[in-house]
């Protein structure tokens, strides 16, 4: 009886954890990307009113971007901690973080009410979301793969790849209802607040859904070899696996500046240049995010199909083309083919993302698996990703709003991008409760092809 119990226990517990590991990032996501959408358009007015228009909004963006720069640092931490501690404890540790510093950005001051005061404690707590994004991404991706079987990591993957888009539909969906249903007074009196302090109930969800999922079994077959533990992961990471975290550092470079041109910039260059709503605004993005949550799964899927480096190789070069058609498009002022582009655009970088988390935990042993993922995770969105919607405001308004240099950069970008795949190795199939002291994935990954 207790055999067959502990059995079923076994069977349910990667469902356990690929459930908790989504839900919980996606509730992260949301009080993150929901701030990327009022940074666009409310922020402005309300944190920086006596800055001119463009000044307002590229200040604005970038408070948008500490927060992605405090990443690095969660994730520096969160990994440290967790290759020692285990990935659990610092996943309940990082949504809490999360959903109190949303809770009281939904109750800041304005410029208006408290004056320089107002941005500042703005950009504090914007650090604080970062933070604990930068160490619950890679956490709760290896929390789901690590209890996965090694012919499903890539669906499960997939469904982490969609936590993103999942908020930003949440995110949007709720400012776009508040702002057909209240006045634009109301809205930027206090409508742009609900969401964050709704931010309490959704910390509450996560915590209780996390608190049901064991530690991984490969963090567990870690602490029984003690000989194998490190005992500074973070050093480890950096010292012997260094090259591979610069070459998916390199990787995930366009698949982060692409979703945030899209879902930040986008949402900018739709409503200031072109005029439309910020109603027509939040449609398109939450036409082109269901796109990319199917995007993240089909990606998943392929990656178990194909193995991860045809997969992501198609959805490089996919990326690549549509860049050249992307800004043509929008300025046809054609709402359903606007929509079909960002959708399009935004599906295939999510194609990506559905890949990066079994790919990247697949690169690692397990005693720096969350150090280097974390690492080379963050890096990317330090170094383009956070910067690329105020690169693209500056950019356009050196070049009279011509989009081509932009498109330019992103090209490149994106080539690098494609270069970093194709000489990288194929992981699919390794064995993630393996314990190593040196850089051996790739050696590995050499032998499991040569079978």
């Known amino acids: 009886m207790s055999t067959t119990s502990h059995e079923t226990h076994d069977l349910r517990m990667p469902r356990k954890a690929v459930t908790a590991a989504t839900i919980g990032t996606a509730l992260e996501w949301f009080d993150f990307t929901l701030y990327g959408a009022v940074s666009a358009t409310i922020l402005p007015k309300l944190f920086f009113p006596v800055m001119e228009p463009t000044a307002g909004l590229l200040a604005s963006l970038a408070t948008f971007g500490v927060g992605l720069a405090a990443r690095p640092l969660g994730a520096i931490t969160c990994g440290y901690l967790g290759d020692k501690l285990g990935r659990r404890n610092l996943m309940l540790a990082t949504v809490t973080m999360m959903g109190l510093a949303s809770v009281l950005m939904g109750l800041l001051p304005t410029y208006g009410q408290v004056g320089i005061w107002a941005p500042i404690l703005l950009v504090l707590l914007r650090i604080v979301q970062g933070f604990a994004l930068g160490g619950e991404s890679t ?19 997939g469904m982490l790849g969609l936590c993103s888009p999942l908020s930003q539909i949440l995110a949007n969906g709720v400012l776009m209802g508040l702002a057909a249903t209240l006045s634009s007074e109301q809205f930027e009196s206090f409508g742009w607040r609900i969401p964050f302090l709704m931010s309490f109930v959704l910390v509450v969800v996560a915590i209780f859904i996390r608190l049901k999922v064991d530690e991984t079994p490969a963090f567990v077959a870690l602490k029984k070899t003690p000989v194998k533990q490190e005992k500074s992961p973070l050093k480890s990471a950096i010292g012997s696996h260094y090259k591979t975290i610069l070459r998916l550092m390199l990787f995930f470079c366009s698949p982060a500046a692409l979703f945030y041109l899209i879902v930040i910039f986008s949402l900018s260059y739709l409503t200031k240049h072109l005029g439309f709503s910020q109603s027509t605004g939040f449609m398109s993005l939450m036409v082109a995010n269901v796109c990319a949550i199917f995007g993240a799964l089909a990606g998943g899927y392929l990656a178990d199909r194909w193995g ?10 996919m990326t690549l083309l549509i860049l050249f058609v992307y800004f043509p498009i929008l300025n046809t002022l054609n709402v359903p083919a606007i929509m079909a582009i960002m959708g399009l655009f935004l599906g295939f970088t999510q194609f990506q993302s559905g890949i990066q988390p079994v790919a990247f935990a697949e690169a690692f042993p397990t005693q ?6 974390a690492l080379a995770y963050t890096g990317a ?15 356009m308004s050196q070049s009279n709003n011509s989009p081509w240099p932009l498109v330019t950069l992103c090209a490149v970008i994106n080539l690098i991008s ?6 990288g190795p194929e992981t699919r199939g390794i064995d993630l409760n393996a314990v190593a002291n040196d850089d051996a994935v790739d050696t590995r990954a050499s032998a499991i092809l040569s079978k």
Do not use: F, T
């Open 139 to 157: 956490g709760a991706q290896l929390m789901a793969l690590e209890h996965a079987s090694p012919d499903r990591r890539g669906r499960y993957s």
């Open 308 to 317: 991860r480096k045809k997969a992501l190789a198609l959805g490089s070069c």
């Open 368 to 373: 720096v698996r969350y150090s280097g993922s």
């Open 381 to 395: 969105n330090l170094v383009i990703g956070g910067p690329m919607p105020m690169i693209a405001v500056w950019m």
């Open 418 to 423: 494609l270069a970093m795949i194709v000489i």
